[in-house]
């Protein structure tokens, strides 16, 4: 949003020393904020313009008759064998300071800055009375939605839902998206947080019966917030359509234009689908990154004692949040480790466990410090595959390997990244095995143990799974097995 107020300043401090030669300053700020008042009525005027044309030039194109697509099956989330028990070291086996073969290196991704909208939204001259509550993961939530914001849809054909986009697009639902977007902000979603908060916030407005009009609405939300997304019909039902530039399991998808749209509603699948495939202005990818913690409300759950075994003071007492974990669960499941790690742990989980083990690190060295968290995450969670505790393969993210009773390789690899990360400070990269995830760790000088070059920089192969093993020490069967280098950014 524009704030006008910074412009009136900028304007007056630029006129003022000249016109207040020729003029009483009274007469000049009078003067000043007529001619701005002016000013933002016209800005307003050009936004409100340029967004009626842009939503009436898409109602248009809505009326044609929309493309057919198959979808694709849900890919299922593919299996990955694993041992049912921990690697332990042998305590025979002398260190090494080996290179390890690797084979490619993913790119570092992109920040993540969320779409803006099409035009700047106007802010209401009144606060807008919040009328409609709802829970989104146990958090309460007030929007301004009225009797009338509630639509009814006559049907799901191009015509139908042309006009029922002409009455989206009235005035009537700006100072909704406003709201919409300052939650989205207000509560750190990310962009499938945000999707989520507005499938919530719909269905619990419309109810049940009602989930065309509750997804032509999430639609229209999401397309005035400058999110790239689609909607399509099958049978009687709309749908909308999410692209990703990662896969996603379980849910069904259409190739459209080289892309992958996935369908939102993880039940329909295997449909013939009727497409509305028409670009809205500005449009910006849908991306499943989480690059800050959403902030729910708060559910303590049980807390666990995790203990090391090897430095017995390393002992913390954490408790989740439940609702956070309950977010976790609905969160699509990808092969896109980096993901897991840039989440990083919460807030509440940070002020119980860090400064527990940030006293046990105190005047360390980097290779003592990073051993004493190495072995944590080595002896302190018990040890199950993904297909003992879940049925299926399920990376967690970190709180998660703090809620739930077991870990597997991955949740332990993306737990040491990130407390490497935060509390060393030390750049460190996932190695990706076809049956396993390590870490590696750049300490910045000649450390020795296992390693590979990345960039001219030495990182050393530091294993979270293989339990009594320092860091530089890398499991016998990976020794020669070509990994793949996932950055974090």
Known sequence: MIDFRKILFTCV??????????????????????????????????????????????AEYMRRAWSEYKALPADPVPPRPEPPKPVVKDPDTKPSNAPIPFDNILPMPAPVL?????????????????????????????????ERHRFSL?????????????????DTYLSVVAECLSWRDRLQFCDWGYVRFLERMTTSFFGTDK??????LQMYILTQSGYKVRIARADDRLVLLLPSKNNIYEYAYLHIGGCKYYVADASMRQKQFYVFDR??????????????EPLLSMRAAYARQLTAKRYLEVSANVATNRNLIDFYDDYPLTDAW???????????????LYPVLQKAIAGKNKVAAANILIDWVQTAFDYRTDDEQFGQERPLFADETLYYPYSDCEDRAILYAILIRDLLG?????LHYPEHLATAVCFGDDTSGDHLMIDGRKYIVCDPT????????????????RASVVRIR
């Open 211 to 216: 989930p065309n009009e509750a997804c032509l």
């Open 426 to 430: 030390l750049d460190v990269v996932l």
């Open 466 to 481: 293989y339990i009594g093993a320092s860091i530089g020490e890398t499991m016998p069967q990976y020794k020669q097995t």
């Open 279 to 292: 670009e809205f202005p500005k449009e910006q990818f849908f991306s499943l990154r989480i690059p800050r």
């Open 154 to 170: 006559a049907g799901v054909d191009e015509n139908k839902v042309a006009e029922a986009w002409e009455l989206l697009s009235s």
């Open 114 to 146: 969320p779409p803006q909208p099409v035009a700047p939204l106007p802010v209401p001259e009144k606060p807008v009375r919040p009328s409609f509550s709802f829970a989104f993961y146990g958090t309460p939530c007030t929007v301004g939605l009225e």
């Open 13 to 58: 401090g630029l006129g003022c020393i000249s016109s207040l030669s020729a003029q009483s300053f009274e007469e000049y700020r009078r003067q000043a904020l007529s001619d701005f008042d002016s000013y933002k009525a016209e800005e307003i005027r050009k936004f409100k313009a340029y967004r009626d044309k842009v939503n009436a030039e898409y």
């Open 338 to 352: 980096n993901i897991y790690a840039e989440a990083s742990l919460s807030a509440s989980v940070k002020k119980q």
